[in-house]
């Protein structure tokens, strides 16, 4: 079955200890990116990825950090979480072929609280 | 600046009736449009998807229309039904060749019985 897989979905933890959320998708897609999405603010790109080795920040990036060593994983990475980063996240992932129209496979979402 | 927005945060509508969706777009530039549906507990599902050089596209009990002149979209689904209330998203994928996807804000969708 074509699925976007995030782990955990759920996690609690604690400001500063550093946190990694997998993401794997088994569709062969060049494209994948993180979400959050906030109450009242929709959902909005951390980093996003257009192949292997090819990583760059989307509009909220500050705090997060991302790796593409493989082509159907794409963790992201909390170094040091901050409340503010509590959030529902979901990573994505899509075809590049056209670029600019393409659609998007979603996680199920990671439900991240950082007290 | 880019920016995807629906005209109201929730609709609330009657088993059987239809239902319309709004988003107002404002990147001229995007030449591709998607909507999406989030039940509770989900990452958002592909519904149905427009390119700029049609109007309107028509898939089982959905349909798109887009209005480039005023840059407005909207999702149609016909014969409501309870497994219909979710929130709906636009998203369009803006200007340059990144693969992104900007998204509204959303729209929530109540089905009375």
């Known amino acids: 079955e074509a699925q976007v897989t995030q782990n955990p979905r759920y996690l609690i933890t604690v400001t500063g200890k550093k946190l990694t959320v997998t993401c794997s998708q088994n569709?062969?897609?060049?494209?994948m990116s993180w979400y959050r999405q906030d109450p009242g603010l929709g959902l909005r790109q951390i980093y996003y990825s257009m192949n292997v080795e090819v990583t760059d920040k989307g509009d909220v990036p500050e705090g997060y950090k991302v790796s593409r060593k493989e082509k159907r994983n794409f963790p992201l990475i909390l170094e040091s979480p901050s409340p503010n980063q509590t959030s529902l996240y979901f990573c994505?992932?899509?075809?590049?072929?056209?670029?600019?129209?393409?659609?998007?496979?979603f996680g199920q979402g990671t439900r991240l609280t950082v007290v | 600046g880019e920016s995807v927005g629906l005209h109201l945060p929730t609709l609330s509508v009657q088993e059987g009736d239809n239902s319309i969706i709004n988003c107002a777009y404002s990147n001229s530039a995007s030449d591709y449009f998607i909507w999406y549906k989030q039940e509770s507990g989900k990452g958002p599902q592909f519904i149905i998807d427009?390119?700029?050089?049609?109007d309107k596209r028509q898939g089982q009990r959905v349909t798109v229309l887009l209005n480039k002149t005023v840059k407005h979209l909207s999702l149609q689904i016909a014969a409501t039904q309870p497994g219909d209330s979710a929130v709906y998203f636009c998203a369009e994928n803006g200007s340059g060749n990144t693969g992104k996807l900007i998204f509204g804000q959303g729209t929530t969708l109540q089905v009375k019985p």
């Open positions: 994505a992932s899509s075809f590049l072929a056209r670029a600019r129209g393409t659609e998007a496979f």
């Open positions: 569709m062969n897609h060049e494209y």
């Open positions: 427009i390119r700029s050089n049609m």
